[in-house]
DNA sequence: TGTTAATGACTGTCCAGTCAGTCATAATTG
DNA sequence: CAATTATGACTGACTGGACAGTCATTAACA
């Protein structure tokens, strides 16, 4: 019977604490499904404590959902800077740094939560569709534009529709949140049978 | 004040009804915020009414699920026959078909529903992974493996990642499910644009 | 010892599922 | 063919359980 002791903390300490638990219920079950005794539980602590860090459960999840994406746009904006590089090892990056940040780690349940939750609060899809959406197709769209004009693309049209670049992340999320337990999804594969098609072939023979 | 007349009702027409409601209520507002009353009350009817016609909640959500996509697949089928079209062709009906029965129907709330409340119902993913993504990969497979063989793709390697054609698709429905309103995508245009960058130009000038 | 974070029993609300009763229609009878 | 009875689809008030949010009490720390 570990006597679960009272204990005071940093009260920034203790509302990432919080956040971490309740990212870790509302992914595994969702809004509704998530009751506020276990994020608690899983913070290891009381009930109570959480409603003196967050005014209600509505709250808890827009301010978590909103606050986990952020840090991840500042290295992905880097890439549009270095005018040098190839515009394949661009999108190649952008992949790789999606890949590393977001689907091999728990974040790769935010698609899902925002997908699922969205229709209920507008708040969060306006969020990422201003904040992440936007920012990521501008960055693409210039870095394909400018492919295009290095005649780098196989298919210069592709420059008007960036989504196409981002479908193969989409598809690899949402294959590794459904179906990863049924068929494997090789998701490095998948990006660079994407890119080997985008891109004209280099130079280099084998 | 519109009077609400008793109305019996042939069994099979008034459990199509139940789901017809059933689908709207959960596509709008997901499994858990959906009240079997508001499933009653769309359906034109009483809570018991549905309690005759589906055990809980649960089994109506699974069914429901289950019975709207099966209707679709013998038309893709369909495509794989015919071995003379060229791929292209094929790949661009695919397509076609999924933007005349999913994407413009109500079916599109579909995939964020299957999404959403998947890890809470893993009959319905297993159902969908078995179902719809195995059968639609591997026609997708078949016909890709022919336009390889034919020179018709310009890089052959995709013939192997079948998830790549379906991307595009994927992303079509999370745009227009989330971002449309913010942003209008051009389905077609995404789709056009993919199957001029997966394969190579046909021969004719302009 | 006073101050403040933490606790968890408690309250009010909401809703899935039930069931005793209703009534439109069909079947039976005179 | 009108009156009577039988059927079961339909209804909606009700119950029991679950859970968001509260707050009087308790423990930690200065």
Not at 40 to 55: D, E, N, Q, S, W
Not at 98 to 115: A, C, D, P, Q, S
Not at 185 to 206: E, H, M, N, R, S
């Amino acid at each position: 019977m570990a006597e679960r002791k009272r204990e005071k903390r940093d009260p920034e300490q203790r509302r990432a604490e919080i956040l971490a638990a309740a990212f870790a219920c509302f992914a595994e079950r969702g809004f509704a499904a998530t009751r506020m005794e276990d994020v608690a539980a899983r913070a290891g602590i009381a009930k109570g404590t959480v409603y003196l860090h967050f005014p209600d459960k509505e709250r808890l999840f827009i301010e978590l959902v909103s606050g986990i994406a952020s840090p991840i746009l500042g290295e992905v904006g880097g890439m549009v800077e270095k005018d040098a590089v190839p515009a394949r090892a661009a999108v190649a990056m952008f992949y790789s740094i999606f890949k590393r940040e977001v689907l091999e780690t728990e974040r790769r349940h935010l698609l899902r939560l925002i997908l699922a939750e969205g229709p209920m609060f507008p708040v969060v899809t306006e969020f990422y569709y201003r904040e992440i959406i936007t920012k990521g197709l501008a960055i693409l769209r210039i870095v394909l534009a400018r492919a295009a004009a290095r005649g780098e693309l196989r298919n210069p049209a592709v420059a008007d529709v960036p989504q196409l670049v981002m479908a193969p992340a989409l598809m690899s999320i949402v294959w590794a949140t459904l179906f990863e337990g049924y068929e494997h999804l090789d998701a490095q594969k998948l990006f660079d049978t994407f890119l080997d098609t985008l891109f004209v072939p280099q130079g280099g023979a084998i």
